[in-house]
């Protein structure tokens, strides 16, 4: 029996629909995925880091708002400790001492596990928001009109790609029963995070926006009309996802 090489594993790791392809062009697609396996999350704390951008957070005078801790059923306790143990190993977050706390919020996901989140309302409230634009529905389904082939690339916890501003970390405090702890890098729940990584995107992809990629905060979709082209256009947001960290 032979053995299964890294492109045959990304292969059937990856959702790829090859019905419609030729056994040349699968050939293709595995050597494509063999030379760029670099940049595929080989685990789910598998994730990059860019030094293109740093988020900040730019707030009113007004005094700091801190919050207590919100109640968590004991059963989750387990739970909320490991992943807080993650995040702490992975340099996400850090303990803090910062005078601003945010409560955490215990979202189930549909197989059962929780989503660990911050109720940062009280923090937005006190930033001043960036009208960086998302893009119009209208606009993208024009530039897919005659597109045949797509691709679709989620950003392993792309938000935590990005680094937070050292002097604003302290913001993103939050607290919880095993203590206080704050973010090294961006968290969901800040009300300018889609706008900081759609700068990111743009920056880094824009010359190909609309032409062969879109771009969605940390969801990109690569669109064809033909295989060859295709495999191109995907090398090219490849390359920039090394470059970018």
């Known amino acids: 029996m032979g053995t299964v090489d890294g492109s045959d594993q990304l292969l059937a790791d990856v959702d790829v629909n090859t019905t419609d392809l030729t056994a040349h062009q699968k050939q293709q697609l595995k050597h494509f995925l063999h030379s760029h396996q670099q940049v595929f999350s080989q685990h789910e704390s598998d994730y990059g880091c860019t030094d293109t951008i740093m988020h900040t957070i730019p707030t009113s005078n007004e005094p700091p708002s801190r919050e207590r801790y919100r109640m968590i059923p004991p059963k989750l306790y387990k739970e909320v400790k490991e992943q807080l143990q993650v995040m702490l190993d992975k340099g996400v977050i850090t303990e803090s001492f910062s005078p601003w706390a945010a409560p955490i919020v215990l979202v189930k996901k549909k197989d059962g596990t929780i989503r660990f989140c911050v109720d940062y309302r009280k923090l937005n409230d006190k930033t001043r928001k ?47 029963p095993m203590g206080l702890y704050e973010f090294n890098r961006m968290p969901f729940g800040l009300c300018n995070a889609p706008a900081t990584f759609q700068r990111l995107m743009q920056g880094c992809l824009g010359d190909l926006n609309y032409e062969s990629v879109l771009l969605y905060i940390d969801d990109i979709i690569v669109f064809s009309e033909d295989f060859d082209t295709h495999l191109n256009r995907l090398g090219k947001v490849l390359a920039v996802s090394i470059s970018m960290g």
Do not use: C, H, Y
């Not at 606009?139 to 005659?146: C, D, G, I």
């Open 130 to 176: 960036d009208a960086f634009p998302l893009p119009r529905i209208e606009e993208s389904l024009n530039a897919l009109s005659k597109a045949k082939l797509f691709s679709t690339l989620d950003l392993a916890s792309g938000f935590w790609q990005v680094m937070m501003s050292p002097e604003d970390r302290s913001k993103t405090a939050f607290t919880t």
